[in-house]
């Protein structure tokens, strides 16, 4: 019986073992290669690790000025997200309280967000061109901003149907106005759903491509778009491309393992109420 | 401390008229308690005071002056409510001490009116905890503390023990009583329990169907409801209502029942009508002891259940077709089957009208 409870347990850490290599494997490799000489990367059999650990990869990037791109990402994708935020927040505060819009109004709402992007591409290119929106911090932010703006209303709707309604009653009785019960009540109350709804929000952005590839040229280049100009007619630069995606990655890799709390158990409130 | 008026106050919920034309009276430093089964509007009523609910038709003065269009954070009163609504988040300090910081009051004054309102609750060892720490008790005591230190004009109260288990309601119950006294503040109670109605208030407003059914002291309420529908709402056990029909008997009258009974009815200015119901309280039916009063009716009948709670034993007998609950002192009152002779008398029955269900005086 020992014997055989021994044996499943065992069984059973073994086949954790083969998910997690075939889970983390890709990731591992995409980060071994930023660490690799050409010659490493080429070499067969494969260097499963290599002799000497050189960032020679990172620092051409830096020195090119491709890495600047991660920094674009990161203002595109942290403002629009702030954004997205603070608007949808309110949306969605006046849609469950004093159902703006009517009952339906939060459906028609997230399907905005079914549409597919490339669908109105175009129009979009050729209404930035004639503002002179192309290639700016702006105009890009305010896409992503209305991209983004449904799923964050969709979501804090739910978490924000979860308050009380007599933590805020009992708010505005003790003295507060409107603004001061979603900020002192309902932003408290709705934290979880906030931070695991931005997080979301914020990869949404981060790893946009169609949108920024169209819509930018030299000045505000996204890190997606970066590294595609690695892929070559004639070849592909695959240290710098793993390098680039590494630097990708380092961001989002760090917000998620920061509100990592908080992203699960605000996606399984927003499980249990949609 | 203020006086509240309300005259001819309507609100209707889309298609649902839920007050009809409100008119009440509370004077300064009254506690009064609105009570009525679920959907009678009590709720409501209290909402509209609070300005949780707009206004639609009528007024209502606090003080004297109309807050009709006034927000609810301007109307200088305190609410507690069913669920404590106390913020997890903060500690039993922070909940207190909320409406004072929303009021940008100084921390020294914060800190003395806390420290004061807990001192006064017993809850200053509590003062650091979080919500989800406190008993159910404990939390309506911070709540009630809320209250207390914003120094409002006006308490109102919406069902704030319905969730409290039977044992901590009573003390509660009593704790809410004490600070009326001691606070003399104008207060205004929702409750569907007519017990809690009983003993806290100064005027009792019973409520139906939008409309106020009666309104006045608990006692007088009791001893003279206004129609059968209040008087089988105060009371547990509810009153024993008999349906019977109006007999002559040369000068006076009688109440035929359905099972040949008849009852003696005293004489009555405007006459009896064709058919009349009698109402009379479980705790004045009771064993029939040597005849003392000219008043009296005796009836015999079969026990049909016991019920015995301790200190009182409640039979269950059926007079006139009418499942009747008599309130007896508790000893050896006999088992199911057997005959009892019960006794009440009539000038504790109030008699009411069939169909109308007015109280015919």
């Not at chain 1, 990869?203 to 920024?212: G, H, L, Q, R, S």
Request: net charge neutral.
């Amino acid at each position: 019986m020992a014997l055989n409870r021994r044996l499943n347990l065992f069984g059973r850490y073994i086949l954790a073992c083969c998910l997690l290599v075939f889970f983390v494997f890709p990731i591992y490799w995409l980060f071994i290669i930023s660490f690799k000489t050409p010659d490493e990367i080429f070499h067969f059999p494969p260097v499963w690790y290599p002799k000497n650990i050189q960032f020679a990869n990172f620092s051409v990037l830096f020195k090119d000025g491709d890495a600047i791109s991660v920094l674009n990402s990161l203002i595109l994708a942290g403002t629009s997200t702030v954004i997205a935020m603070v608007f949808g927040t309110m949306c969605a505060y006046s849609l469950v309280r004093f159902k703006t819009g009517g009952e339906n109004f939060a459906v028609w709402v997230i399907s905005q967000r079914l549409m597919p992007p490339i669908a109105i591409i175009f129009p979009i290119f050729l209404l930035y061109v004639y503002l002179g929106w192309v290639d700016t911090y702006g105009g890009l932010i305010i896409l992503y901003t209305a991209f983004n703006l449904p799923y964050v209303i969709w979501m804090m709707r739910g978490y924000i149907e979860d308050i009380p309604l007599e933590l805020e009653e009992s708010a505005l009785v003790d003295g507060c106005s409107r603004w001061r019960v979603l900020w002192k009540v309902v932003f408290p109350m709705a934290r979880t759903g906030l931070f695991a709804t931005a997080v979301f929000t914020f990869v949404f952005a981060w790893n946009e491509f169609i949108f920024a590839l169209v819509l930018t040229r030299t000045e505000v280049v996204t890190y997606t778009v970066q590294v595609t100009h690695y892929f070559g007619g004639q070849s592909n630069f695959w240290a710098k491309i793993a390098a680039m995606s590494a630097l990708g990655t380092v961001p989002v890799f760090i917000t998620v393992s920061l509100l990592q709390r908080f992203l699960v158990r605000g996606i399984s409130m927003g499980a249990v109420k949609g | 401390m203020s006086d509240v008026k309300i005259s001819g106050l309507h609100k209707t919920f889309g298609q649902v008229h839920v007050l009809k034309g409100i008119d009440l009276e509370i004077p300064a430093g009254e506690f009064t308690v609105l009570v009525g089964p679920s959907g009678c509007g009590k709720s409501t009523l209290l909402r509209t005071i609070a300005g949780l609910e707009e206004v639609e038709q009528g007024n209502i003065l606090i003080a004297g002056v109309n807050v009709n269009t006034l927000r609810p954070r301007d109307r200088n009163i305190a609410m507690v409510f069913q669920n404590y609504a106390l913020y997890p988040y903060l500690n039993v300090f922070e909940n207190i001490a909320f409406g004072l910081r929303a009021r940008k009051m100084p921390d020294s004054e914060v800190r003395s009116r806390v420290h004061f309102a807990a001192e006064m609750l017993g809850i200053t060892g509590l003062l650091d905890r979080l919500p989800r720490e406190l008993s159910g008790g404990q939390r309506q005591r911070v709540a009630i503390g809320r209250a207390i230190v914003r120094k409002a004009q006006l308490f109102l109260f919406d069902e704030p023990l319905s969730n409290l288990d039977a044992q901590l309601r009573d003390e509660m119950r009593g704790e809410i009583k004490r600070l009326h006294q001691d606070l003399g503040i104008t207060m205004i109670y929702v409750t569907h329990d007519q017990i809690e109605a009983m003993t806290l208030a100064d005027k009792i407003v019973l409520m139906r169907g939008g409309v106020i059914e009666q309104m006045g002291a608990p006692l007088t309420i009791y001893e003279r409801p206004a129609n059968r529908f209040v008087a089988g709402f105060l009371g547990s056990p509810k009153m024993n209502f008999i349906l019977g029909d109006v007999i002559n008997r040369g000068s006076s009258h009688a109440m035929l029942l359905t099972d040949g009974e008849t009852i003696p009815l005293p004489q009555r200015s405007g006459g009896w009508g064709q058919s009349i119901v009698l109402g009379i309280r479980p705790q004045h039916l009771e064993r029939s002891e040597p005849i003392t009063s000219v008043n009296e009716v005796r009836l015999k009948r079969t026990i049909e259940i016991v019920q015995p709670t301790g200190s009182r034993t409640y039979i269950t007998i059926n007079i006139g077709g009418a499942q009747c609950i008599a309130e007896t002192e508790s000893m050896e009152i006999g088992r199911p089957g057997e005959l009892i002779e019960l006794s009440f008398d009539l000038s504790h029955a109030v008699f009411f009208d069939p169909i109308s269900g007015a109280a015919l005086v």
